[in-house]
């Protein structure tokens, strides 16, 4: 243990550090509001970036951003350290890149329709089992006819034209109703109006620039600006689960690393698990446990650890325990499942503990050799070295000058894709007519572009029908057990092959 990288977190009887090459085990940070949670966040983001780890996480509050900046540690702060035996104690500011979804407070983030899928669209859009499987019939006509699928007025085009052409789909790949395809186009249009034309387009999100570190070796910081986002907790969500998603799905397999390439914090949880289906649950919960084979860390931060389901909480083997109230029946049997989650300490009653605990103290348990779980600890977390508290416009800025993505992803790119295709079709469709009519003299001719029901199930010279397209997608379905085709999008990692 002497000579193995770890993060010192706080102390108690004795020091609590996190181990660097356990921490891909996961982990919660849990406790009341003012309890400390955030401090003991930015504890640990400090702590891996030293060690040349870069961090993902959102800032909810507006309160992290000062992590960018050198702290100025006040008298109070000053004699924590001392207590706690750091010595040259001194403040510190760290390499961080802002990102934002509405591109205000810093880089723009983005992903594409198709990357997104209809599972993670569906629950965007709260959409039901019904409606969903009418989404899920337009992205593989989508697929089909090779329309592709970038931002949000593709999907809107999309969806426009299965309405027009609702009753040769329903021959075609299963029943779709108008009326469904209406609450879908009601449901797009709210999500319109909550900034999605911001989510959706390109350039899309490179991973790669999410695990840079600096010339010092410190691993960079991003945080995303999510404090106008949390007004759209359901969009907050989604989006922090596309990227979990895109990690497993691009990231290779590297076993237990010494220390993990990427850590990602997930702020207020509850909100990823709150009214999620079965299906959604259980497919979080396999990446929970498969990630950290591709050397990555996440870390749940919630007020109570009922907020994460039981199967996922047992995945969680760094524990950071801020203190409950217990007022209430649900506060009692919080404090009760968050003691019995603990190793025992024989030296007192862990549920008794937390509900005494200070501000800035809390029960401590990290996985220590061969990852079994320490005993709990009770302990006083270390003071940051960065900045407690949100920065200023102007330091904002000067940070976001400073960045190594500075102009990737300001300026969006609109290439042709669904909306525009779906455009030209129907011109050429509208024109093809009347040029055959001009040239026989008797009426229209075959409609080359067009998309009758001929056209649409056995295709043209130039485009290939809807049974072909369902043969052949027989046909990759079977050489291909995960079948692709047949359900593609969140956690695609794991339904869809490469």
């Known amino acids: 243990m002497a000579n193995e990288a770890t993060i010192f977190i706080g102390k108690g009887e004795k020091p609590q550090c996190l181990t660097l090459k356990y921490a891909n085990r996961h982990g919660l940070i849990a406790g009341a509001t003012g309890t400390g949670k955030t401090v003991s966040l930015q504890v640990l983001a400090e702590g891996f970036s030293r060690l040349g780890v870069p961090v993902f996480m959102a800032d909810v509050k507006g309160d992290l951003a000062g992590i960018s900046q050198i702290g100025q540690p006040g008298p109070q702060l000053i004699e924590r350290a001392k207590e706690l035996g750091i010595k040259d104690y001194r403040g510190e500011s760290f390499p961080v890149m802002f990102w934002d979804l509405f591109g205000r407070d810093g880089h ?30 337009a992205v593989k006509l989508a697929d089909d006819q090779g329309l592709l699928l970038l931002d949000l007025k593709d999907l809107k085009a999309l969806i426009t034209f299965t309405a027009e052409q609702a009753k040769e789909l329903t021959i075609a790949y299963g029943n779709v109703s108008k009326p469904t395809v209406g609450t879908i186009q009601r449901r797009l249009l709210v999500l319109e109006q909550q900034g999605g034309e911001n989510i959706f387009g390109e350039p899309a ?74 299906a959604l649950l259980d497919k979080i919960e396999q990446v929970v446990r498969l990630i950290r084979s591709k050397g990555v860390g996440i870390y749940f931060i919630s007020q109570n650890p009922l907020d994460v389901p039981e199967k996922i909480l047992g995945q969680l083997g760094n524990r950071i325990q801020h203190g409950l109230r217990s007022f209430t029946p649900r506060d009692q049997k919080a404090v009760r499942a968050a003691a019995e989650t603990f190793r025992p300490n024989p030296a007192f009653d862990p549920a008794e503990a937390i509900t005494e605990l200070a501000v800035g103290e809390a029960l401590i348990s990290m996985l220590e050799g061969k990852g079994v779980p320490g005993m709990v600890q009770r302990a006083f977390v270390r003071p940051p070295t960065s900045r407690i508290g949100p920065v200023s416009e102007t330091e904002r800025r000067a940070v976001i000058s400073r960045s190594p993505v500075l102009g990737v992803y300001d300026k ?54 809807v049974l072909e397209a369902l043969a052949k997608g027989v046909a990759r379905s079977v050489g291909n057990t995960i079948g692709r085709e047949i359900v593609r999008g969140v956690l695609g990692s794991i339904l869809r092959g490469k």
């Open 412 to 465: 969006p790119v609109d290439r042709d894709s669904a909306y525009e295709q779906l455009r030209a079709r129907a011109a050429e469709s509208k024109a093809a007519p009347q040029e055959a009519a001009g040239r026989t003299g008797r009426g229209p001719a075959p409609q080359p572009g067009g998309w009758g029901l001929p056209e649409i199930l056995t295709g043209t010279s130039k485009r290939q029908g």
């Open 108 to 137: 723009p983030i983005r992903a594409t329709v198709s990357d997104m899928g209809p599972l993670l669209l569906s629950r965007l859009m709260e959409l039901n089992e019904a409606q969903e499987g009418v989404l899920n019939i």
């Open 205 to 278: 999100l490179d991973l790669n620039d999410l695990m840079r570190t600096d010339r010092n070796g410190y691993g960079y910081i991003n945080i995303l600006t999510a404090d106008k986002l949390m007004e759209s907790p359901r969009v907050y969500a989604t989006f922090m689960l596309w990227i979990l998603s895109e990690l497993f799905e691009e990231l290779p397999e590297v076993g237990d690393l010494d220390k993990p390439k990427l850590v990602f914090f997930f702020d207020e949880a509850h909100l990823l698990f709150q009214d999620a289906p079965k």
